[in-house]
């Protein structure tokens, strides 16, 4: 049986209204993804993301 893992934006405070999420096979793709979504949907640049904001995301990634 093989694991995935998720992030669902809505699940970040602020972004309640975002349907964005991304499912993949391992964590690093899923930042990939994460990082994708936020540069496109919100305009985000994730190189400004302090290690704050990254272990806050951290938690928000989920197995599958």
Do not use: F, N, Q
Not at 30 to 53: F, I, N, Q, R, Y
């Amino acid at each position: 049986m093989s694991t995935a893992y998720s992030y669902a934006c809505r699940d970040c405070e602020g972004m309640e209204d975002c349907p964005g999420k991304v499912v993949a096979a391992t964590e690093d793709e899923v930042w990939k993804l994460m990082e994708l979504h936020a540069v496109v949907a919100h305009g985000e640049d994730p190189s400004s993301w302090d290690g704050g904001t990254r272990e806050y995301l951290k938690t928000l990634i989920t197995r599958e």
